[in-house]
């Protein structure tokens, strides 16, 4: 009798989340979270008092591609590209010691975080200065994921990985990942599978939209099949940044029927948008942004150059913008005037 393969990370614990069937339980549990938060802002106008559950840390700005669903190509000419110095990096994560709210630490933020080569020194400086219950994670596209990173990368402390994979068709997955190799892509997944995925759960990740629409079963069934966990989330507007939005958004009558009471649900039991009141996001010159979404950075809500994470997470900006979010005037925060990552349920 064949013995059944154990899930990536199952020797990990603090990658347990990731673990066979327990992401949506974490799904839910983070949704249970918000919902304390929230509670919490009504009664401190605004405030959490805690620090941000998730942080995610833009150690290096950038991508090596140019995906349709991405505004990547847009940023890269409102912005330059800048790496966060090691001085502000552990001004930053020495902050987190000792923080119990703190659940995991992203090193990406509207990038690809392996063109950061300094990537696998951070983690191992995080790994080795946070309390051992915080999942270090990031979220790559696969494409230099090399038979020469992956085990670097495997030994620097990393607890979890996204890797995202629009497509399954060479020619879906060519039309969406603009600039990048499907032979190299296939190829770098091919050998992550011969890999020691015992203390790493990975998750290979899949944006819902019109292109690839009839064939995402089929590619949700066969990377399972090949051993990698699969999610499925859906597709949003980045703010407003994606100019061809609406060439790939799935119509709500389109859809599936469970995405579609999901979303009808979460948004229901929420009420508003979770991310003010789950996570932080610091850019690579040290400010911080009222969320992962806002690309255009329209809303800064400090700066950790000059200010505390505590300081940020609680202070007056946020806080207004959290009580916008509870009382339903969400649009008029210029971040959030253009995103339908609430309306799509396009998070978690």
Known sequence: MATKKKPSGWANPRAKPFVGGRYRWTQLLELYGVKVGQRRARRHEGSLLDFPPILQIQTKSGCNGECVICPQRKIREMFPEASMSDDLFRRILDQCLGERNLHGVGFVLQNEPLT???????????????????????????????????????????????????????????????????????????????????????????VRNNLYRDELKKAVRYWRSRGFRCFIHGINNRGGMVDEYEKFARPIDREPAFPRLRKILVRKILGCCPYPFLQMSVLADGRALVCTHDWSRKQIIGDLNHQSIREVWNGPVMRGIRRKHLAGRAKEIPSCEYCDVFENVAFG
Request: glycine share 4%.
């Open 116 to 206: 950061d080569p300094t990537l696998f020194e951070k983690i191992r400086y995080f790994r080795d200065h946070v309390p051992s219950s915080a999942m270090a994670f990031i979220v790559t596209n696969g494409t230099l994921l090399t038979p020469e990173v992956v085990p670097v990368l495997m030994d620097s402390g990393l607890d979890a990985m996204h890797i995202t994979c629009n497509g399954f068709a060479r020619e879906d997955w060519e039309a969406i990942n603009r600039g990048k190799s499907w032979d190299v892509f296939r190829a770098n997944l091919e050998n992550f599978l011969r890999q020691d995925l015992s203390r790493v759960a990975v998750m290979l990740s899949f």
